[in-house]
Structures are given as structure tokens and as C-alpha cells.
């Protein structure tokens, strides 16, 4: 079965600090993840995907199969970056299938 | 492209009543999918549908039924609501293996 785990509910920082929001996995397939993020009051968006490798508003994340873990990093937190954070997970390769979330994590930058 | 449009925003429903909630996307996606989020709990995947004419069970389906109309709209009805049901409902939809777009949401009282 398809699960997801960000063990922080709430994680504050302040201004300028690291931050790393984790995200562990359990799948038996080759999985594709997944970062949305929502700020408040709107709806949810794509932050990054494993696949496509990229920085987005300077965050990365890197797959890591040997620990089942898709991290999310930043080495800077701006306050603009306070948002809820969702890691999901969906079979790699195909779209005809369901796309598993996380409970979140709601990340605060302190000024 | 209005993207993905949800009706209504927001509804109180007394136990027992009946509703169904209204999706519907204009970029000719194949899967739609169908959540509820909740404090700590994240976004649930209740039904999602990979393509027209078929309908798949997510993480927490009971008490919902949905109708994969066409290839733009995707409902969610319930049949009796529950205070359980209380939430807010995100739809979403996704092209081929790519991101999900997701709906501003409805926000269900039932009391």
C-alpha cells in the first residue's frame, strides 16, 4: 500500500535559517513524488516533483530510494515561504492512478 | 482555460441531507480525483476517476458515491451527511503522468 509521512505538523524558523521539511514513503512500486505547497487562503500548487530535478523559490528535494525519504530543503526561509507543505507519492511512469498526500506540515517564518 | 472550477464554495447541510458537489476542468485531462482535507490529517483521496466512463475507491470512500459525467466534470455526492463529513473538498485533475490542478475547494458544515 501507498503511504506517506511528514512527521512535523508545525515547524517554525526564522528569517534566513535552513529549513528541511521531511517526507518519508512507503511504496513497493517505483514511485514518483511529489511537493505542493498552500498558502493561505488559496488553493493548492505544484512546489516540485522528483522527476524534473529543478529549484523552485529555491527549495530542492532529492529522492532518496535507500532511505524512502523525499526531504524538502532550503537554505534560506524568506517569510513569504510560511505556507502549508504536502508531500505526495503516485505511481511512476502512468497518470491512471491515485495520487496519495501526506498529512502536511505548516512551516512559519519568524521575521 | 479557467482550470478547475468547483460549485459550491461553501454549504451548510443539516444530518441527513443529500448534496452533490460540482467539479469540472477545461484542460482535457484524463484523471480527476476527488479529496477532503482535515487539521492533521492532510488531503484523503476519497474516489478518482482515471479516465471517462471509470471510477476508483481512494483512501476513504464510504459514505460518498461519485459520477464521472464526462471528460470535463467530476461529482461528489452524498447520499446522508454526516458531521463527519464536515471538511473541505479539493477536485483535481491531471494531463498524462504531469503535475495535479487542483479546485479553490468547498467548505462543507454539516450539523
Known amino acids: 500500500a501507498q503511504r506517506v509521512t511528514q512527521p512535523e505538523k508545525l515547524l517554525s524558523v526564522f528569517k534566513g535559517a535552513p529549513v528541511e521539511l521531511k517526507c518519508n514513503y512507503s511504496?513497493?512500486?517505483?514511485?514518483?513524488l511529489f511537493w505542493y505547497v498552500q498558502y493561505s487562503r488559496q488553493r493548492l500548487q505544484l512546489l516540485l516533483r522528483?522527476?524534473s530535478r529543478e529549484s523552485i523559490k529555491g527549495f530542492t528535494a532529492d529522492l532518496n530510494k535507500g532511505e524512502t525519504s523525499f526531504h524538502l530543503k532550503k537554505p534560506f526561509a524568506q517569510e513569504e515561504d510560511s505556507a502549508m507543505y504536502y508531500c505526495?507519492?503516485?505511481?511512476?511512469?502512468?497518470?491512471?492512478?491515485?495520487?496519495?498526500f501526506g498529512p502536511g506540515t505548516s512551516l512559519s517564518v519568524i521575521p | 482555460n479557467a482550470g478547475v472550477t468547483q460549485t459550491p464554495k461553501f454549504q451548510v447541510l443539516k444530518t441527513g441531507q443529500s448534496m452533490t458537489l460540482q467539479c469540472a476542468q477545461d484542460?482535457?485531462?484524463?484523471?480527476m480525483y476527488w479529496y477532503r482535507q482535515d487539521p492533521g490529517m492532510g488531503l484523503r483521496l476519497i474516489y478518482y476517476?482515471?479516465?471517462?466512463?471509470?471510477?476508483d475507491k481512494g483512501e476513504v470512500p464510504n459514505g460518498y458515491n461519485v459520477s464521472r459525467l464526462n471528460k470535463r466534470e467530476f461529482s461528489l455526492r452524498l447520499e446522508s451527511a454526516a458531521p463527519s463529513q464536515t471538511s473541505v473538498y479539493f477536485c483535481?485533475?491531471?494531463?498524462?503522468?504531469?503535475?495535479?490542478?487542483f479546485g479553490p475547494g468547498t467548505r462543507l458544515t454539516v450539523l
Open positions: 522528483h522527476i
Open positions: 476517476s482515471a479516465s471517462e466512463g471509470t471510477t
Open positions: 511504496y513497493s512500486g517505483s514511485p514518483e
Open positions: 505526495a507519492l503516485s505511481k511512476s511512469g502512468t497518470s491512471y492512478d491515485k495520487v496519495i
Open positions: 484542460m482535457n485531462h484524463n484523471s
Open positions: 483535481a485533475s491531471r494531463p498524462n503522468t504531469d503535475t495535479q490542478y
